[in-house]
């Protein structure tokens, strides 16, 4: 007679599937189906349904996203300088597909705006990469701002270049602190701005090698700047002199606008 | 002498908390030195397609998928100090996923057609497929069918449904949906039971 009665039986269905039963359960278990067609039965709809589960379709992760996540692992520690040309080619291949291009024309201040490039995508994704892991670390900030003046100075001899950012926040745009970071192949200074209740990332980075919108571009002596939406986010390029700008948010691309203006008009 | 594994009394009904990343946060506190990002990331890549397939069905969106995964590398990556080498790595980083995906849904109010989803447990499930001809119709449903009655479940049906066909065990899912073991058993009931019932009205 089997040791199990119907009860036992059906809390075994689940470790039965598994192939998780002991050999004694196992035993046991079979001993009770075979003489119990409820059981059995119920146990074969079990299977039936495992046999069912098993045909559903199975999602392969897209390579473009399998490469943006290798890239992003090693991008959080980035290695000497020995690679970044390889690496810089490698996330246009990855990345240059699977980009949205959505354009934001205007003018505001000294600021001229130009067509995005499709190098320009692998800022974006850099950028908007740089703002999720501010939006979801817990500390974002080394330093949490006293004004402009508190700030600026604490990336004194941690960075290899001096940020340059005269715009000390208004009402509107409330400057709240900053962190080094970093941007593609090197360090940034990142600053964070409240408006309202978005948070806006400002990246200045060293602009060299990479594909920035150029200075007077489009009018000599004018800046030139570059808006894209990209994942719900909309992220401002712009270069000054030697350093590269990324203004990144989800709050509208006009907003974005203006603060990128009064950063690049401040004296 | 019980057939069903047991569950350590740890982690036995321990908290109706939805934060089950926070709690399994907690029941893995680190012991030593931070890994770094790019020996734990190279940890977690071979979750990619994995993870990828939990997004894509929870949120019906291959868009949605791939930002959820992205986000899930982030935070994890993030939190990587919180995890305790040796333990689960799949189930930590499942459960991310999983409130990456809640966050989601709250945050941009996604396309959700969860509410009026739910697909009751049918009356009298027992009598249903119990002849040998409705279990050959259930074996001859094709993919399609398959993943639009998964679909259609609830969004705490399915979640079951995926993760135990990721053959998580009750105790790893109870912890990761932050709730008891029972409640897992009874969700994966009924899941399985509205799976069925859908399965059988496309069989006929």
């Known amino acids: ?267 | 002498m019980s057939p069903v594994k047991s569950v350590p009394a740890s982690r036995r009904d321990s908290s109706r908390s939805s934060t089950g990343e926070q709690r399994w946060f907690e029941a893995t506190m680190p012991h030593g030195a931070t890994p770094s990002t790019e020996g734990f990331g190279a940890e977690l890549l071979p979750y990619v397609d994995a993870l990828y397939n939990f997004a894509r069905h929870l949120s019906r969106d291959p868009h949605n998928a791939e930002d959820l995964v992205q986000e899930t590398f982030l935070r994890a990556l993030a939190a990587r100090a919180q995890f305790r080498p040796g333990s689960n790595l799949k189930a930590w980083v499942f459960c991310i996923l999983r409130n990456a995906h809640l966050d989601l849904v709250r945050r941009r109010t996604i396309q959700s057609t969860d509410a009026d989803a739910e697909l009751a447990a049918p009356d009298g499930e027992a009598e249903l497929l119990r002849g040998d001809i409705e279990i050959d119709r259930l074996r001859g449903i094709v993919s399609e069918q398959i993943e639009t009655a998964l679909d259609g479940l609830s969004a705490d049906g399915r979640e079951a449904i995926l993760l135990d066909l990721e053959e998580f065990n009750e105790a790893e899912m109870a912890e990761m949906l932050g709730c008891a073991t029972g409640t897992v058993k009874s969700r994966l009931a009924r899941a399985r039971a509205a799976l069925r019932k859908q399965l059988r009205e496309y069989a006929k």
Not at chain 1, 239 to 248: E, K
């Open chain 1, 1 to 267: 007679m089997s040791a199990f009665d119907c009860e036992t039986a059906r809390r075994a269905f689940w470790g039965a599937r598994r192939k998780q039963l002991s050999p004694a359960e196992q035993r046991d278990f079979h001993a009770h189906l075979r003489g119990c067609a409820a059981c059995r039965a119920d146990y074969e709809q079990e299977r039936a349904l495992d046999e069912a589960l098993a045909r559903l379709r199975t999602y392969t992760a897209p390579e473009s996203l399998r490469q943006r996540l290798s890239l992003l692992v090693s991008a959080r520690q980035p290695t000497p300088a020995a690679t970044p040309r390889r690496r810089d080619k490698l996330r246009i291949a990855a990345w240059s597909s699977a980009l949205l291009l959505t354009l934001s024309l205007g003018t505001g201040g000294a600021l001229f705006w130009q067509h995005r490039t499709r190098a320009d995508d692998v800022l974006v994704t850099e950028a908007i990469n740089d703002h999720l892991r501010v939006l979801f670390a817990q500390n974002p900030l080394d330093v949490a701002s006293g004004g402009i003046h508190q700030v600026k100075p604490w990336f004194e001899g941690r960075l290899d270049f001096a940020p340059v950012l005269d715009f000390e926040g208004n009402d509107e745009f409330v400057l709240q602190g900053g962190a080094v970071a970093y941007f593609v192949d090197r360090k940034a200074a990142m600053f964070l701005f409240k408006h309202r209740l978005h948070v806006i990332t400002l990246l200045v980075f060293r602009a060299e090698r990479l594909p920035l919108p150029a200075p007077g571009a489009i009018k000599p002596a004018q800046l030139t700047a570059s808006t894209t939406a990209q994942r719900g986010f909309n992220v401002v390029l712009f270069r000054r002199q030697d350093l590269g700008y990324a203004l990144v948010s989800d709050v509208d691309a006009s907003e974005l606008e203006k603060l990128a203006g009064k950063i690049a008009n401040a004296r």
